[in-house]
Nanobody, 121 residues
């Protein structure tokens, strides 16, 4: 599975962005998908995950109620809708694919290249 994240950019606090993750490979629909982010000098942080069926989702407390994950298996896409963005959301955002239902980065097998999100105050 190859992943490519896009949709990042510069936005003012309170604004919204939608990140997209395009996947290649016939087995995409069998992978659980996650979104992570990494700010300079910080460890990679789990944000959200979605089951391969789309039947379950999970969010970190830091983004719960503001971010929404979704997927379109027919088109090999995963999305992260981000609302009410804050300056502390500034980071490089990554999508990732895993065979296991996990919130740990080490359990994810494939990673996209990352997309920069910058939120100005």
């Amino acid at each position: 599975v190859q992943l490519q994240a896009s949709g990042g950019g510069l936005v003012q606090a309170g604004g919204s962005l939608r990140l997209s993750c395009a996947a290649s490979g016939r087995t995409f629909s069998s992978y659980d998908m996650g979104w992570f982010r990494q700010a300079p000098g910080k460890e990679r942080e789990f944000l959200s995950r979605i089951r391969w069926t789309g039947s379950a989702t999970d969010y970190a407390d830091s983004v719960k109620g503001r971010f929404t994950i979704s997927r379109d298996n027919a088109n090999n896409m995963v999305y992260l809708q981000m609302n009410s963005l804050k300056p502390e959301d500034t980071a490089v955002y990554y999508c990732a694919a895993a065979r296991t239902w996990s919130l740990w980065a080490r359990d994810y097998d494939y990673w996209g290249q990352g997309t920069q999100v910058t939120v100005s105050s």
